[in-house]
């Protein structure tokens, strides 16, 4: 019997689609195989991470102590819109000990997905390493909704490949999972939104064994075995401004680079958990900033993400939300808007169009 010869294999021919786009193919012999590489420990590069956290367990003071730590050898991209710079921004990077000269703030944030290439770009000029995006909601476009996360990321996940630049998101948690769950599920789920996209994924809170410790533990890695959960210090601090006045700011100190807490019990921790209301309001303002939307759709949303419609209720007042009815009878219907002073309106305005750095 006479067996056949494999037969030669080549990488086919590019052919246009009817609707113009198409898809080059390579061979696998033809990939390289690379190690990861981190430009801080569990921080990869040329990958998108998230990191996770409850209000005031001090998730952007971390973002500070990692952008500190790349900043004594690589540029850093640091873009928070949640603060003020000068206020807060500032000071906590210089109280991390930062390279001040190597830090570069945004005016106003880059959007995702329109600003890849102008992230790309700034990339390139600064020579950066690491890109922080605080918080995650405030560089997502309006159409960056959980279902569409994956495809509107795409473009960045390409870029951080060409680029060989770290990213990470700071996030918010946005529900308690059961105790059965998977910790994922505190972060929109496993299968959808950022915690998909990203190739690594932190839970960053307070320490169970001890209250004024932080842990960043790992929920999701690609590639490695990660045994252990990194354990800081929150120390106070303080910096001066030109004129000598005096600005206490936390700071974050790393004291176990192989702690055993892991995410379920960071996530569990009562001791550390942020009250409804705040995690609410929180997810409220996110989901308001780009404009007004149906109070039924609210309350849809909120229950997926693990909200009820009375604390979804009580975070609207705090945020001093404006309810407005249209039409009457059956086909009326209440939509809940953010008042015209609210900063989030602002960011969203930049976000949508209106955004303008000097040199692009």
Not at 4 to 25: C, D, E, F, I, L
Not at 207 to 234: C, Q, W
């Amino acid at each position: 019997m006479t067996m056949r010869g494999a037969r030669k294999t080549q990488a086919p021919r590019v052919q246009a689609a009817s609707n113009g786009r198409s898809v080059s193919m390579r061979l696998a012999s033809q990939v390289e195989a690379t190690e990861i590489e981190f430009v801080a420990p569990g921080i990869p590069r040329g990958m998108i991470t998230v990191v996770s956290g409850r209000p005031g367990d001090g998730k952007s003071i971390w973002a500070a102590a990692l952008a500190a730590r790349v900043s004594q050898t690589e540029a850093v991209i640091f873009s928070n819109h949640e603060d003020h710079h000068g206020i807060v921004v500032r000071p906590r990077l210089e109280a991390a000990g930062a390279v001040m000269t190597r830090c570069f703030i945004p005016a106003e944030p880059f959007v995702l997905p329109q600003d890849v290439g102008l992230l790309e770009k700034r990339i390139k000029q600064t020579v950066a390493g690491l890109v922080v995006l605080d918080a995650a909601r405030q560089h997502l476009g309006p159409s960056a909704t959980n279902g569409q996360q994956i495809l509107v990321l795409t473009p960045l996940k390409r870029m951080l490949e060409r680029t060989n630049c770290a990213c990470v998101f700071i996030d918010h948690l946005i529900k308690r999972p059961s105790r059965t769950a998977h910790p994922l599920e505190a972060l929109a789920g496993t299968g959808s939104g950022l915690p998909a996209a990203a190739r690594f994924v932190y839970v960053f809170g307070r320490n169970p064994h001890d209250g004024e410790e932080r842990v960043l533990a790992p929920v999701k890695v690609t590639a490695i075995r990660a045994e252990f959960s990194f354990v800081y210090e929150m120390q106070d601090a303080a910096v001066f401004t030109k004129d000598g006045k005096q600005i206490e700011v936390g700071r974050l100190l790393l004291v176990n680079d192989q702690g055993d807490v892991d995410a379920s019990q960071v996530i569990a921790f009562n001791g550390g958990k942020a009250p409804d209301g705040a995690i609410a309001g929180e997810y409220l303002v996110g989901l308001l900033m780009f404009g007004p939307r149906d109070a039924k759709e609210v309350a849809d949303e909120g229950k997926d993400a693990g909200f009820s419609w009375r604390t979804l209720q009580r975070a609207a007042e705090q945020a001093g939300v404006q309810r407005k009815r249209h039409g009457f009878g059956k086909g009326s219907k209440v939509t809940w808007a953010l008042p015209d002073s609210h900063p989030a309106l602002k960011v969203a305005a930049a976000m949508t169009g209106q955004t303008t750095i000097p040199g692009a």
